[in-house]
């Protein structure tokens, strides 16, 4: 039995109809109960990886395996052991949130007891009691979102992939299906989830790997990635009062929309925290998040 | 899972979506009674009542090809805008549970014509011990149609083509060929053609179990059954060899 949930090795994928290459030469392990999340900007390959481990996309080249079995040759195995919450998917008109989680444990093969007792808890966990016999469509998409969720948390599936799971959600929701999420981890059963929210990759994962244009450009733990930027703090300043030199001779400086973020070590980072504040700005002084690694890996090129 | 629970998954995912949809949507009744009750009452004014039981005929096999063919347009629904068909393909549920399971959901939508129109069509002279081969008739057209309905729904890249293939096939399956009209009256060419659809053959066969025995060159009951039985099998194996469960 291999200690990983997912292996892929190599793994390429073309859509021959656009002719785009969406994956390229992607080697990743996953390991069993993890949170690993794929880390990239809209477009960048996440959901082709996620769609080919959960058997739902062929891929073009390449081999994963998926709980230990091929996902291009063995896909009926995997299927048996895993859920999904597909990317901006929908839920079904006047069926009520109950509707949606019972029957569909129901199709997978659960008996009614233990679907009804999975239906229930995952309601009270992802609060939708108030709500679980209101139809689908009267419901705030926020609200729908957290039902779509709840079809795959309530399985008993040992790994479950999530795709952007909390787009467009507000910040309580958000939390409440990491906590959610982290529940089930610690039922030592596995999660891939793709983001393009960094705190999320940052607070949720065990693990994360950063895509690019279909690339694996990094990977590790959040904490690992943080070795990778230079810089310990970053300070940002709104009304600067200081030349560009100025700045520069501080550390690296990011012009974000109407401040400036300077990206340097610790104790340049306090004098020049100490100095705008001298000179009227508003500053703000912070660590380095994972959000300063993946512009910096993503957006220099663009730039 | 084994045949005993897919079929059980497709009785819950058409359970699911229809039961559940009819129960807090009734709009969807009016709907499926529109087309086959509207075609039954403008054969039946404009023929002066004598084509009725042709009208109850067609309008039943028109009930069951359209929400079979339909699924053109709600399996590319639940495919790209629900997301629902990615949400089973990685579950234990296969493919063909899934089809069946959509299938179910067309004909229990269809149910409420159905305890209309048949027990018109006994009324109307249906002995009641032919009931069995009008609903194997019926039950052929049915699958027939749901199988070329999904398999269209699989090659589908957006929702409107997919409303659209359904009507189109909707038109072709059961309003095109002989059910709301005597076959005798086609050229001979187009009867052949219309041979190669199996709801001639339903609409011939429950003419024959009503006393009405068709009088058609080539076509007797058996190759009516044979025909039927061709279609639904060649119907069958193309969606399940061809129809994209995973994306290529």
Redesign the interface.
Known sequence: MTLNSIEAVSLSKIYHRSRTQALSDITLSIGRGEIFTLLGRNGAGKTTFLRIAATQLMPTKGKISVLGHDARDEPLEIRRKIAVVPQEGGTIGPLTPWDHIYLTLLARGLSRGEARGRAEKTIEQLELTEYRNQPADSLSGGLRQRVRVAMAVATDADLIFLDEPTLGLDAVSRRRIWGVLNEIQKEGRSLLLTTHYIDEAEILSNEVAVIDRGRKVLSGSPTELLRNVKERVRVDIVGSTFSSEELNSYGRVVKLAERFRVLTDDQRGRELADEAMKRGSDVGLARVSLEDLFVDLVGREEE | ?NAT?QF??AV??G???SI??L???LMSLVWLFATPFSLLFIITVTTGGRSFALGVVGSLLLVLSTVGTGIAGDATWYRL????Q?????????QIGYLL?IAFAGLFFASPALVVLLPLLVYIGLPLISLPVVLLSLAGVWLFSSAIGYLVSTFTSNLRNGWQSGLLLSVLVGIIPPVFYPAEILPHNILLVAYAIPTTHAALLIRDAMGAAPNLPYWSPLTGWLLIAVSLAIALAVTSRVARW???
């Open positions: 899972m629970r059980r998954a819950i995912i359970y699911m979506l559940t949809w129960r807090r949507n805008e629900t997301k629902l990615d949400f089973f393909v990685a579950s234990p549920v296969n399971g995973r994306q290529p």
